[in-house]
């Protein structure tokens, strides 16, 4: 079989000659364009029809995606001369991207995710495109996707500077207004699911296998307003005595020499070192009996996305979620970038144990209980004085411009110091302290643990620092 010179394998010759003749650029990340050994082991050569599988560039919990080759209708792969007259970019769009999904992965699931990307990728909404499903031989399904060069998160999180992270983030504010206002949840936004190519400022939103429409989401609103207002026609109230399954939630914190924290926590992480967290209890209130099956349907709460991006209002069962959940996540993505470390959270092995590190980030508890009871959920978070000390009274930088509204700005700032504060304030220009108060703003105003005061994606597309990147 005779293959064709992709645009990639050129790319990838120059990069060799280039890195011969003493230049540092490295191209050894571009896919390859053949079947690697790998590709043929994982897909047993049980290739889709008019595709050849090359290289793995990434999996998740649903499916692997893989790079792939289209080929000609009969199954043969172009000359090396045969399409030179359709030039470069045409050649370059042979190469795709395929979604091998598990087979475990339930078919409502599959066309959950096809349905949801076809009607909301392309059309310059830096969502991407789903371009068709296919069926291997043997069974297996795979979505069809453009193949897109993107950048690894740490290493973008590593070089951009604050202009660079303001792109980032309008890239991906602008993919989740447009989702947003169709009506759609994306319900796992984080780094891994938006690929973004710092050299071009384009980044595009993927993985919609958690998505859920707005016929859902609303009308599981609309039912829980109407459990609401039957509640108050009958003079109903919630008896906080039966719905507060104790959710209790302790910080005890080590002297100098005491014990030692555990190995899940990391110095470049916003879990204190010298801070032991547990929790107990349960998180999902009991409904009163008497209301019976009438509410069996609200009794569930969604849970889905990442350890680490999900709101609050999710670690505590909200039944009543709606897109704010999305700009939380993205939020988190901002404050990775501003400090300069992924993940920000450590691992949380209970959905209590992530309200406290949250608890940590604010320096308290007490906009969490508010908006948890506000809710309709009540939590116990216990922490020693001293503790919340320590956290209000974090480092920063010093800049009155921002962090001044005491314990919940300090400890951000802190974390924000690699771009916030670099030392090197007094010679910034006006212009430049301003976006870096800016900056700090906007996640604030996304981190705001109260969805209903948390800005909207559209919201913080018009903030100062996002829309004049």
Request: charged share 30%; net charge positive; with cysteine.
């Amino acid at each position: 079989m005779t293959s064709s010179s992709s645009p990639l394998e050129d790319r990838r010759k120059r990069g060799r000659q280039d890195l011969g003749a003493g230049k540092t650029e490295d191209l050894s990340s571009l896919p390859s364009t053949e079947p690697t050994r790998e590709a043929r082991i994982a897909w047993n050569d049980d290739f889709p029809r008019n595709f050849l599988v090359c290289e793995k560039i990434g999996e998740g919990s649903f499916g692997t995606v893989w790079t792939a080759r289209r080929l000609e209708e009969d199954g043969k792969q172009r000359g090396p001369h045969d399409g030179e007259s359709r030039g470069e970019e045409e050649r370059d769009q042979k190469l795709v991207a395929l979604k091998r999904i598990n087979p475990t992965c339930s078919p409502s699931r599959i066309l959950n995710e096809f349905n949801q990307m076809r009607r909301l990728g392309g059309g310059g909404h830096n969502v991407i495109e789903v371009q068709g499903v296919v069926r291997t031989p043997g069974g297996v399904f795979a979505l069809v996707m453009p193949f897109f060069e993107h950048d690894d998160f740490r290493q973008v999180m590593k070089t951009l500077t604050l202009s660079g992270v303001a792109m980032y983030l309008k890239s991906l504010l602008t993919a989740l207004a447009h989702v947003h206002s169709e009506g759609v949840i994306h319900r796992d936004v984080k780094p891994r699911n938006f690929m973004y190519n710092a050299r071009t400022g384009q980044g595009y939103l993927i993985d919609f296998g958690l998505a859920e429409p707005a016929e859902k989401w609303r009308s599981r609103s609309a039912a829980l307003a109407k459990h609401r207002d039957r509640r108050a026609a009958r003079g109903g109230k919630h008896n906080h005595a039966q719905q507060r399954h104790s959710v209790q939630t302790t910080i005890r914190t080590t002297g100098d020499h005491g014990k030692r924290p555990s190995s899940s926590s990391n110095s470049n992480r916003i879990a204190p070192g010298t801070t032991e967290v547990s929790a107990s209890g349960r998180a999902v209130p009991a409904l009163d009996r008497e209301e019976g099956d009438r509410t069996k349907l609200l009794r569930k709460a969604e849970r889905g996305g990442t350890t680490g991006f999900r709101a609050p209002e999710i670690l505590w069962h909200c039944r009543d979620q709606e897109p704010a959940v999305d700009v939380w996540s993205a939020g988190v993505i901002l404050l990775c970038l501003l400090s300069r470390r992924y993940p920000v959270f450590p691992s949380a092995d209970t959905d209590e144990m992530a309200l406290v590190q949250i608890a940590q980030l604010l320096g308290g508890s007490e906009e969490l209980v508010k908006a948890a009871r506000d809710s309709g959920r009540c939590h116990i978070m216990e922490f020693p004085s001293s503790q919340l000390q320590q956290q209000r009274g974090g480092g920063g930088c010093g800049n009155s411009r921002w962090g001044s509204d005491g314990g919940r700005g300090s400890r951000l700032e802190e974390l924000c110091a690699p771009l916030l504060c670099d030392g090197a304030a007094a010679a910034c220009s006006e212009k430049e302290v301003d976006a870096r108060a800016d900056a700090f703003e906007l996640l604030k105003g996304m981190l705001k643990v109260d969805p209903r005061e948390r800005l909207s994606a559209k919201d913080a597309l018009m903030h100062p620092f996002v829309a004049e990147a």
